[in-house]
């Protein structure tokens, strides 16, 4: 698959994640086999108006070979001047968010919101490609809701406008991500536009990855919950894929191992007690289903050190032996 000139070796891509998908775990999903990873949605107003946190979301990891820089807002002078701006952290590619169904966000005019008016998302997408030379993505919804299913018109109005591929998640904004996502408007989506289309929604292991791919047509895969406690998603993915081989689940052991890589990394980026207040949420995913796992909830949930979680980690080893 190639996005213009940048060509992807596997097709298993990270999704954008607020609050989840920072330079730490993007960096452990590209080691794992992501072949595209995009930072956490940055503000256009923030970002020129100069705010450091804006600024912090996008900087990218040694291990992100091809990353791009997601930004959101409902100003095309603004997000111009924002994907400019990013360029100073090299993303190979500039992403507009027009799928956040976040109140937030969508209250404010930008994410979803933008799917109730294809004609300003145009605008967006033309005033970003003219401003900066590197591609330009975006990633849209079903539509706002069931009434107003519109991701044909607006994907087709975001090619004309200068977009190299569009990510579509198979659910509107009032669903949110509740039920199932429609691999339907996705194959409509596909059959509708000439430029790449990432199917997401649903995409939790080899098996639904290959499913979007047959009932859609879509050029790759994006991987938002799935991968939540679960980086080796995108090896098993790109093994079953390209090889028609099944990459067993990791051991309880090598679960633990990753989880605790992982947060070492959180600790190296943001400090110790940012990193364990995040590691309470990313623990709880890489313990599910294990035994005992419910019992040393409350434990990971009060967690402050990140001794007590090689404490812990100890303990789920054994139980789980």
Same mark, same amino acid.
């Given at each position: 698959?190639?996005?213009?000139?940048?060509?992807?070796?596997?097709?298993?891509?990270?999704?954008?994640?607020?609050?989840?998908?920072?330079?730490?775990?993007?960096?452990?999903?590209?080691?794992?086999?992501?072949?595209?990873?995009?930072?956490?949605?940055?503000?256009?107003?923030?970002?020129?108006?100069?705010?450091?946190?804006?600024?912090?979301?996008?900087?990218?990891?040694?291990?992100?070979?091809?990353?791009?820089?997601?930004?959101?807002?409902?100003?095309?002078?603004?997000?111009?001047?924002?994907?400019?701006?990013?360029?100073?952290?090299?993303?190979?590619? +500039? =992403? !507009?968010?027009?799928?956040?169904?976040?109140?937030? *966000?969508?209250?404010?005019?930008?994410?979803?919101? #933008?799917? &109730?008016?294809?004609?300003?998302?145009?605008?967006?997408?033309?005033?970003?490609?003219?401003?900066?030379?590197?591609?330009?993505?975006?990633?849209?919804?079903?539509?706002?809701?069931?009434?107003?299913?519109?991701?044909?018109?607006?994907?087709?109005?975001?090619?004309?406008?200068?977009?190299?591929?569009?990510?579509?998640?198979?659910?509107?904004?009032?669903?949110?991500?509740?039920?199932?996502?429609?691999?339907?408007?996705?194959?409509?989506?596909?059959?509708? +536009? =000439? !430029?790449?289309?990432?199917?997401?929604?649903?995409? *939790?292991?080899?098996?639904?990855?290959?499913?979007? #791919?047959? &009932?859609?047509?879509?050029?790759?895969?994006?991987?938002?919950?799935?991968?939540?406690?679960?980086?080796?998603?995108?090896?098993?993915?790109?093994?079953?894929?390209?090889?028609?081989?099944?990459?067993?689940?990791?051991?309880?052991?090598?679960?633990?191992?990753?989880?605790?890589?992982?947060?070492?990394?959180?600790?190296?980026?943001?400090?110790?007690?940012?990193?364990?207040?995040?590691?309470?949420?990313?623990?709880?995913?890489?313990?599910?289903?294990?035994?005992?796992?419910?019992?040393?909830?409350?434990?990971?949930?009060?967690?402050?050190?990140?001794?007590?979680?090689?404490?812990?980690?100890?303990?789920?080893?054994?139980?789980?032996?």
């Amino acid at each position: 698959m190639k996005i213009n000139n940048i060509e992807f070796k596997n097709i298993a891509f990270l999704a954008p994640m607020a609050g989840i998908a920072d330079k730490a775990f993007r960096n452990l999903c590209s080691r794992f086999g992501a072949a595209y990873t995009v930072t956490e949605m940055v503000s256009s107003k923030g970002l020129v108006m100069g705010d450091k946190k804006s600024a912090m979301l996008l900087s990218l990891g040694e291990d992100e070979k091809i990353a791009g820089a997601q930004i959101f807002g409902d100003d095309p002078e603004t997000m111009a001047a924002a994907a400019v701006k990013c360029l100073q952290f090299n993303p190979k590619i +500039i =992403d !507009i968010n027009m799928g956040c169904p976040a109140p937030k *966000v969508a209250s404010n005019g930008g994410g979803a919101a #933008l799917m &109730k008016n294809p004609a300003l998302a145009g605008e967006i997408v033309k005033a970003v490609s003219e401003a900066v030379n590197i591609p330009i993505t975006a990633k849209i919804r079903k539509g706002w809701d069931e009434n107003s299913v519109n991701a044909v018109e607006t994907a087709r109005m975001l090619e004309k406008n200068g977009a190299s591929a569009i990510a579509i998640h198979g659910r509107t904004k009032k669903e949110m991500y509740s039920g199932r996502a429609d691999l339907d408007i996705i194959r409509q989506v596909k059959a509708a +536009i =000439d !430029i790449p289309v990432i199917g997401n929604g649903d995409v *939790v292991d080899a098996q639904s990855a290959a499913l979007m #791919l047959e &009932k859609t047509g879509c050029d790759a895969v994006m991987i938002g919950r799935g991968a939540l406690g679960n980086p080796w998603v995108f090896q098993q993915i790109n093994a079953y894929i390209n090889d028609c081989v099944i990459v067993p689940p990791p051991s309880v052991e090598e679960k633990m191992t990753v989880m605790l890589s992982h947060i070492r990394k959180i600790i190296e980026y943001k400090g110790e007690y940012t990193a364990m207040r995040e590691a309470r949420h990313h623990a709880g995913y890489y313990t599910k289903g294990m035994r005992g796992s419910a019992a040393f909830r409350a434990e990971i949930g009060a967690l402050e050190t990140f001794e007590q979680l090689e404490e812990i980690t100890v303990r789920i080893i054994k139980e789980n032996m």
